[in-house]
């Protein structure tokens, strides 16, 4: 699986860094360890780099790494092996190669932030046309009303349905959203990062009217709040009513967990109408190694939760029988590019580090054996980005942009985003626009920011774009001359 590609930088970041950075073996003369971060930072290269990575006597790094990751392995073997012929010493004698790597990511991370403070995209409004690289578009407001919308489906025909976090399924009919959320749904935890989560209708919709939701549920048994953990049902909609509800999946009991992080909760049918979900770690990393557990991995069943008999998992000891990869994080994009049938799949990384992977049958994706991020305390998390039997990212994002739904355009209003991801996040509040050839991400776009947390985008049958922002549905409409 390709990685993602390198530009030519070498000069320029070991310039970089020659200067400024002889500090760097005094201040961590102690034994290597989980040392604070920004404290290594400042006591070792701030004197010659700048407190704020601007420069001093030593040039700046704020510009010193490539917004797509192609530097990193440079900027760490420069620390580690350090460059005679520039005058920078070797400091891999004094520092680990796990506070190495998290110095590269303290780097990124804090150069990214402030190049993306001075190029954001301009905030769209109803009434500005924006001009992106490829085509001119006005964001329109289709439906208000509606609080923290997590989903989006199209039915064919012509109802519109739309999840909310606390737990509601709601209609947009002929382009109003019904008054009243549709009764009978299960019980659904929202707390922290829970919630009502994924909606996809059957393949065959048309013909039996099956809806797949996913949502975080809470066991009814415990005493106390109650572990909670993902699981996936399906069921029918009659006359605003939830009916006929069937468990596809729930996870063993004993696993569920307390705590309201990491739920995963996305949902995708492939073309042999076989379901595949994504259950996070719920906040207990080495979990995602464990194929005996059910959190942090991908699944695949048949449309009736059967499992098919070719998982790659279904003999192995112990195994769930429903994983088809694992070593994933907090999984919120999944879906299958219909022109060439790969399973696209983004997660958020600790804090740097968000993943988009290809989903590939039995892979390990590293989690967390293997990270580009760093921990939210401020220390390392690992010395390894990948290695030869974990699967590597397809490219990843610091600082972390929080991605949360995912869309293969498919529409012909915008010919030239033909077949290209787009990605809503949460903490950036950007839809990104990602062209893949061969593999690789060729063309990274911000496409719009700054209109709140964006958790699911959609190609609607319509051919626009359409957005789920905080408090209202929006779809971008062509403003081309």
Same mark, same amino acid.
Request: proline share 8%; glycine share 12%.
């Given at each position: ?37 920004? %404290? ?24 010193? !790494? ?68 490829? #085509? ?51 019980? !659904? ?12 209708? #059957? ?93 942090? %991995? ?52 600790? %804090? ?41 990212? !397809? ?77 209202? !549905? ?8």
């Amino acid at each position: 699986m390709p990685r993602p590609c390198a530009r030519p930088a070498y000069l320029r970041v070991i310039t970089v860094l020659a200067a400024g950075v002889f500090g760097l073996a005094a201040a961590v003369s102690a034994a290597p360890g989980r040392r604070d971060l920004g %404290k290594l930072y400042a006591e070792s290269c701030a004197g010659c780099h700048g407190a704020q990575l601007e420069g001093g006597s030593a040039p700046s790094l704020l510009a010193s !790494v490539s917004p797509t990751g192609g530097d990193d392995e440079r900027l760490f073997a420069a620390i580690r092996s350090g460059i005679p012929a520039k005058g920078m010493p070797a400091f891999g004698a004094t520092v680990s190669d796990q506070e190495i790597r998290g110095l590269v990511a303290y780097i990124r991370e804090r150069a990214g932030r402030a190049a993306g403070r001075d190029s954001r995209p301009p905030r769209p409004s109803p009434d500005t046309v924006t001009q992106g690289k490829l #085509h001119a578009y006005r964001v329109e407001t289709v439906v208000t009303g509606v609080r923290e919308p997590w989903s989006v489906a199209f039915l064919p025909d012509g109802r519109v349905l739309l999840t909310e976090k606390q737990g509601n399924l709601r209609v947009v009919e002929k382009g109003a959203l019904r008054d009243k959320p549709v009764t009978g749904l299960p019980r !659904v935890d929202s707390g922290g990062q829970g919630g009502l989560f994924d909606i996809v209708p #059957h393949p065959d919709f048309a013909r039996n009217g099956w809806l797949y939701l996913a949502y975080a549920e809470q066991l009814r048994e415990d005493p106390n709040r109650g572990a909670v953990m993902t699981t996936v049902i399906r069921g029918r909609l009659k006359d605003n009513a939830w009916t006929d509800q069937q468990v596809i999946f729930r996870a063993p009991a004993a696993t569920f967990r307390h705590g309201g992080n990491h739920f995963g909760g996305r949902l995708a049918f492939d073309k042999n109408n076989v379901l595949f979900f994504s259950i996070g770690e719920r906040d207990a990393k080495e979990q995602a190694q464990d194929l005996t557990l059910p959190n942090g %991995k991908i699944h695949r069943v048949r449309d009736d939760g059967s499992i098919p008999a070719d998982n790659p998992f279904l003999k192995t000891p112990g195994a769930l029988p429903s994983i088809w990869c694992y070593g994933i994080r907090n999984p919120q994009g999944l879906r299958f590019d219909p022109a060439t049938g790969a399973l696209w799949e983004h997660e958020h990384g600790p %804090k740097g580090g968000d993943e988009l992977n290809l989903i590939q049958r039995g892979l390990n994706y590293g989690w967390p054996l293997a990270t580009y991020g760093m921990d939210y305390n401020g220390t390392s998390l690992t010395a390894i980005t990948t290695r030869a039997d974990l699967a590597p990212p !397809v490219t990843y994002w610091i600082p972390s942009i929080a991605p949360c739904g995912l869309a293969i355009y498919t529409g012909d209003r915008f010919p030239k985003w033909k077949n290209h991801l787009f990605v809503a996040s949460l903490a950036a509040q950007d839809l990104r626009r990602l062209e893949i050839k061969d593999g690789k991400v060729v063309d990274q776009e911000v496409i719009f920011t700054g209109l709140g947390r964006l958790r699911d985008v959609a190609t609607g049958p319509d051919g626009l774009l359409y957005v789920l922002l905080p408090d209202r !549905v929006a779809r971008l409409v062509p403003a081309d001359k």
